[in-house]
């Protein structure tokens, strides 16, 4: 097929013609930034690197794509673990980056909506939506960085599912250019509507290997009155997991964010924060991050949190906490707790698994998948961290202190990604909660995936993308594996 | 086709064998109940009806139906409105009812889950959750009937969807009898799991197009500690937005219920139950049933609800309300609410249209649509009532006094159906929010959506149906209309 496509300079040549030669980007030094992820690791080719500046120009290129049948790498902050927003090596494809498309094009505070172009990034929507004295719920890490089309395309997670739900649950309405050019759109911002599929529902999460999400319309919340954050010390994951259940009989629906944090993630962040103290004096083993938020008073809802840790400690779930006193002391434990990532980064040679089973097998899993992964590799470091609230958590073997991370992960990822990976399919769980599939594990669905779970993807890849034009390669393993 | 298809008795035959000769109805008399729906508007024909017991026998059932190319209708509990769950009068389906796979089959109350068989009706998974003090917040008129398959299918929606969403949101996997015969499996009760598409949502809402709906995991939440009910008259809609607007601010995201109610819809009910008066003293044009839950004390949450309303008084918003001081109190507030549709029913001679649109619109869409009709239909009673704060109002046009039912449908159900629902569509609203389309509804989908839409679901459909077995003739228009 290689030999019919057209050649780079025709290819540039059409893509200029559509979006201007200021929004194209060709040879290796100009595309380098969007041919490679941020970690370095999944580094590939492109014919072009496009970068429109309407859905128009989207649903033109792809008509162009689509005739010439050229593959497509829709792109947004570039931010993915996963390997799911680079082209291959072949040099075959035309990257589609949404950055230009970054306007927020309507706010609707009556409606509770916002109507942003997909290259808007995360943290300037939650900005936005500030603005207006609304809450755009969804916090994730790369938030400065990360796109609101690639969360939609990622169904992204992240510190406040277990109140507001995944990327899916805030989305009301999309525009779509689909691999033949034309635009599908649902823009209208309505919080109930029968009339047949819900279509959108096909592009979030299929990290857009059905179409190039260009628009959506996002729920907006009332801004919360007040919150009250806890940094507790808990026996062990079990005993944090009656503690949420606590907090939720206590105070219904008020738990916004319960983060386990395991005392070598803690290690690693404060030694690489330097100048930030635990805010418990002894050392534990265990700790969670607990944020209540409401729509009653502070005094109220700190009232519920006290009552909530007081129960801990009668029953013996709680063995220490600091509660924040301040906005400053709040922010300080998240940031505790957000630099967990960077902080491996870092240090390097970390195997990241990112796993969730059922709340009910959480701790279990956590204990017997620690003590089978220390069993391979008495020195690991157990970073262990994450959205325990929500059976997810991430499961990050590091090196050995005095193992080269090259050797750790030459020697360790398989076999430990395999095991932990194993261990949670075996309790129900996904081996992937929110970081979804890309290429990093894609052959990996045909051992976790049912026969007939590879075979509707398959049915639905080529009802809508029967060319296999887009994002080819990510998310569906070759079919007969 | 229809000369290939095997003889009913072949049909009687064959699913006997699979089901048992308990589990088979057939002749006119035995399958009336399962052939006509429950309004008695939609009647039609089937070869045979069968219950199966387990998803392995309707597997099998629809096996044999695909190898013989014998169409298929999925049915619940047969309370939908839109002719979505009868077969239609060629008497060559076989319609699969549910029933008897009527098992929960788990409750998980640390993962907050249950695993139910399709045929559970709705208050029979309400009751078995509040025997684990959870709460399955789902909440439609027509709970000891319908059932969860069903309420899946139609993305089932009601009075709590401000708070909790629609079906969709409330389900974490499902089990579904693809068309031929295939089990589609993700009973699996996470939170979080991004590997691929997200199969489930294809088949919800997809008014069993795409396959049968056989079992279901359920989000489980916290029961409420405290809830708060106020009937409240208000001068007109806009009003009633104003005064969510302040709710919303003032409780965060305490608001579960909103509820319009016209004055017709109050005399209506009023009349209709006879022995209840209304909680206000006057009369007004307009009132809202606000119900506010949380989990803080009662007293914190009813100074909030005396907050919303003493503001909405300051801002002309409220003319007059009352709070329900007792439990017996609000249950009486709510029976009126849920009264009305029977009320309508009795009646007789009600055009019933279920839209939706942005909440910013949504009020001067109720005055303009109102006054439309009444230019019109002078003498018609207005009966508008409903989901205000999800901008969905049951908009239900009702025949004047002196008029016989079955003259004022003929004269007026297509022109003011068509006059309202071209309105909604007008401002971006929705013309089935939460009935659906089945059959009613089908054919206006080729006026309300786009021809890339229509497109879409058709390519869905015939991806995972391509000899339309399943529930042919619902949902979908035929294509090139």
Known sequence: MTAELPTPDTT???MQAIVGANACRSGDAD???????????YRGQAQVVVLPASTEEV???LQWCHAQRVPVVPQGGNTSLMGGAVPDDSGTAVVVNLSRMNRVLAIDPVNDTMTVQAGVTLSAARSAAEAEQRL??????SEGSCQIGGNLSTNAGGTAVLRYGNMRDLVLGLEVVLPDGRIYSSLRGLRKDNTGYDLKQLFVGAEGTLGIITGAVLKLMPQPRSSAVAFVAVPDPAAAVALLGEAKRLSGQAVTAFELISRPALDLVLEYLGNIASPLQERHDWMVLVELTSG??????NATLMEILESGFSQGLVLDAAVAASLSDAQTFWRIREEISDAQTRTGGSIKCDVSVPLSRIAAFVEEASARVLELVPDARMVIYGHMGDGNVHFNPLRPKDQPARDFLTQWYEPVSALVDGMAHAENGSISAEHGIGVAKRDDLTRYKSQVE???MWQVKQALDPLNLLNPGKVLPAPGR
């Open 12 to 14: 540039l040549r059409a």
């Open 59 to 61: 649903s033109r290129v």
């Open 136 to 141: 755009f719920p969804l916090r994730i890490g």
């Open 296 to 301: 009653t008073d502070a005094e109220s809802l």
């Open 454 to 456: 590879l075979e509707l």
């Open 31 to 41: 595309t380098q930034a969007y041919v490679t992820d941020y970690r370095g690791i």
